[in-house]
Nanobody, 127 residues
């Protein structure tokens, strides 16, 4: 079964860092763009970042630009989200999902057209 498994979440103090992993199972990651999303209780899902296949072009929401870095290791079939200078407003469950090629559906907000949504990993930012 094709799916993502997210990991790396946890409890961190404001200003701290975490690195999330998104491991693909049952398919080869190299042909897909991968998006990271988050959803906090009572809030709408938010697109955080996306990395395309082939050229590795990256996109970030304004709320995380300069603090988060997305990367991919196709040999390990895994995408990462390095999160630095975490803020309480970053607290959410983080998910990854895929689309073929570039970050088209991510950028136009058609997130339900992405594939292989994982179960998510919880990030808590609190002192």
């Amino acid at each position: 079964q094709e799916q993502f498994v997210e990991s790396g979440g946890g409890l961190v103090r404001p200003g701290g860092s975490l690195r999330l992993s998104c491991a693909a199972s049952g398919f080869d990651l190299e042909y897909y763009a991968i998006g990271w999303f988050r959803q906090a209780p009572g809030k709408e899902r938010e697109g955080v970042s996306c990395i395309s296949s082939m050229d590795g072009e990256t996109y970030y929401s304004d709320s995380v630009k300069g603090r988060f870095t997305i990367s991919r290791d196709d040999d390990k079939n895994t995408v990462y989200l390095q999160m630095n200078n975490l803020k309480p407003e970053d607290m959410a469950t983080y998910y990854c999902a895929a689309e073929v090629g570039g970050c088209y559906f991510y950028n136009v907000g058609q997130w339900d057209d992405l594939y292989y949504w994982g179960q998510g990993t919880q990030v808590t930012v609190s002192s």
